[in-house]
């Protein structure tokens, strides 16, 4: 699950615990990106913030914090998919995202091949699900969609492989919480060495 997580927040966590419980998962890695391509720089809190605040809201069991794709030199999930593919090859992955993603998949870096690459599972956002279900990527590749009472064995399943996973919404976003002016302040804080983000 990959995002810029600016910052991360109880919906994040939400979708990565149904995750975890209705596609049988072991974990779910949040993949913290360094700068997303479709975001801009500006309001962008630092990467250490960024980590920190989901280090926090992740807690502890089964989602991991990570900022792997410094470590891998990869932009885009396509190439990070690629790569994670070939240093872990027995991992059975799955790509978690919500509906406003899949909304403008079409506009991230060869989204044919992250389709074909690994099973996906997109997860309802209030007021995206139309969009989604009707965008590009999903019209492109609705004969690839597996029924939603199949989703626990989604990641058995060759790509390409999707679902859309309807869950009880969660109405945080990242949008609502950078417009308090409250974030990034005590994370930033957290990066000089100041304190604890609990």
């Keep these: 699950m990959g995002g810029s997580f600016n910052p991360a927040h109880a919906g994040h966590r939400h979708i990565a615990l149904h995750a975890i419980d209705q596609l049988k998962l072991d974990c779910v890695w949040w993949l913290v990106s360094p700068q997303n391509p479709l975001k801009p720089d500006a309001g962008m809190a630092p990467l250490a913030a960024r980590l920190a605040s989901a280090r926090a809201v992740a807690g502890r069991g089964a989602i991991r914090v990570t900022d792997i794709e410094t470590a891998l030199a990869t932009r885009y999930t396509v190439e990070t998919v690629r790569a994670l593919q070939r240093r872990v090859p027995h991992a059975r992955f799955v790509w978690l995202m919500g509906a406003d993603n899949l909304a403008q998949f079409a506009a991230w870096r060869a989204w044919p091949d992250l389709f074909r690459s690994l099973p996906i599972a997109v997860f309802d956002r209030p007021t995206y699900s139309s969009r989604a279900l009707f965008s590009l990527a999903a019209r492109r590749f609705d004969r690839f969609r597996r029924r939603a ?44 060495g100041q304190g604890s983000a609990k």
């Design 149 to 192: 009472d199949r989703v626990g064995g989604l990641a058995d399943e060759a790509p390409p492989a999707w679902v859309f996973v309807r869950c009880s919404l969660h109405r945080e976003s990242a949008t609502r919480i950078r417009a308090t002016g409250a974030w990034p302040a005590r994370f930033v804080q957290l990066e000089a």
